[in-house]
């Protein structure tokens, strides 16, 4: 079927009073932006529904496109059709007949903006639930919870029908929540975390810790395709990473084994928070868990928080492994998660981290080495890039799967 437009429902923006204006012209720019590669595309976003204008775009290329947007509770291609009865019949039951599989139930939904329409809502659904039962042999009319919702939207430059409500990714437009610094590793968690953080609307700046020569360019090229992954979500993200050799290397050489992960994760965190302050962002998030590994505990996490006051939000805290595994496979990023190449804190992690470190000792430990002129000479080396969606980082990718099947 040649659609018209797709009609985007809101999700709980709907309910966000004051801010709503923001929001609607937050989520406007965020659509813009997602669909840009298509040539002639309108997008109206209005008070209450937001409208993409197809003028002979490829209506399921732009859905697809739509369904990584958050804060789209849900949408609808339409077609409009003139305000005759006869195109509106016509096309009704042409729509109808689309989806329409033996013994399937169907209402029809009018609503009417142009208040001079010919025919008032009651009339409307009337006139066109007969027209349905006459033509779609098989059919009958059910209220609750029918198979086929065929809305009819009388505006005033048209009639628009709409078959079928497709699922949106829900949550609340990328740069609502303001902006935070995001800890992604290589690994299954802080992707899985990055999206969720966005999906509340946080815009998230990627920080990335590598340590060459014990980690390798792929390392460091497979977190900036997971980002290029993720970027899908908001446009484009900025991703920062940070020389971290010297200052394991120095740890390992100063600070007993015990604690060595634990001075390790307070660096980590002290540069991400000047980072942060750098970039005036207002939070960090990570892909913690709580009880999963020995930093993950919350005598550890007491231990590493004590350097910073800024929130440090943790969207998998409460969730189990095979639960973020999954939300990894469904937003396509476990695949990229699972190649092999090891990240600067496996290589640096003792056989035995302490799960319950002591904070004066971490304290004490800490004050082996030299923390501020570590850390300047780390936020020296920072090198910061755009990354956009779908850009490639991992060369030869497909033969790097091949060799892991
Ligand atoms: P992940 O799967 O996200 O790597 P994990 O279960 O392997 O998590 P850790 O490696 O202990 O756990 O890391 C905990 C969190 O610390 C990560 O989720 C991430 O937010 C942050 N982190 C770890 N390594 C790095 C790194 N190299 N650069 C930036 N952040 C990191
Ligand atoms: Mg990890």
């Not at 739509?66 to 077609?79: A, K, Q």
């Not at 065929?150 to 829900?170: D, F, P, W």
């Not at 969730?319 to 190649?339: F, G, H, N, P, Q």
Request: glycine residues 8%; proline residues 4%; hydrophobic residues 35%.
């Amino acid at each position: 079927m040649e659609y018209s437009e797709i009609m985007v429902r809101y999700g709980e923006l709907s309910t966000k009073g004051k801010n709503k204006k923001d929001f609607i012209k937050q989520l406007g720019q965020n659509v813009r932006k997602a669909l840009s590669e298509f040539d002639g595309l309108e997008v109206k976003a209005q008070h209450d529904r937001l409208h993409v204008t197809l003028n002979g775009a490829d209506s399921s290329a732009v859905m697809e496109r739509l369904r990584g947007v958050f804060g789209i509770e849900n949408f609808s291609p339409s077609v409009k059709v003139d305000k005759d009865l006869d195109s509106i019949k016509e096309a009704a039951v042409a729509m109808v007949k689309e989806v329409f599989e033996p013994g399937m139930t169907f209402k029809i939904n009018t609503r009417r903006q142009d208040k001079e329409f010919k025919y008032d809502t009651y009339q409307m659904n009337n006139i066109m639930g007969d027209t349905i039962l006459d033509n779609v042999p098989g059919i009958s009319v059910q209220m609750k919870h029918p198979d086929i919702e065929l809305r009819v939207e009388v505006r005033m430059n048209g009639v628009y029908l709409s078959g079928k409500t497709i699922q949106g990714a829900g949550g609340l437009p990328v740069g609502t929540g303001g902006k935070a610094v995001m800890m992604l590793s290589g690994g299954i968690d802080s992707p899985v975390a990055s999206y969720y953080a966005m999906r509340r609307g946080v815009k998230i700046d990627m920080v990335h810790f590598f340590s060459p020569p014990y980690t390798s360019e792929q390392a460091l090229a497979k977190a900036k395709e997971l980002t290029a992954k993720l970027a899908g979500y908001s446009g484009g993200i900025q991703f920062i990473q940070v020389p971290f050799t010297k200052i394991q290397e120095t740890i390992k050489e100063k600070v007993p084994e015990g604690y060595l992960m634990t001075v390790q994760r307070r660096l980590m965190l002290r540069l991400t928070v000047a980072v942060a302050e750098m970039r005036h962002a207002k939070g960090i998030f990570n892909g913690e868990s709580l009880g999963q590994v020995a930093s993950q505990t919350l005598d550890s996490m007491q231990a590493i928080n004590d350097v910073t006051t800024m929130p440090i939000l943790r969207p998998l805290l409460s969730l189990d492994k095979t639960e973020i595994i999954k939300v990894a496979e469904d937003i396509d990023t476990y695949d990229l998660s699972i190649l092999p190449y090891e990240d600067c804190c496996t290589i640096f992690t003792p056989p035995s981290p302490k799960t319950r470190p002591d904070l004066e000792k971490t304290r004490k430990y800490e004050g082996y080495i030299d923390v501020e002129g570590l850390m300047k000479e780390a936020l020296d080396g920072i090198v910061i890039s755009e990354i956009r969606p779908g850009d490639n980082y991992l060369n030869q990718n497909e033969d790097v799967f091949a060799e892991l099947l």
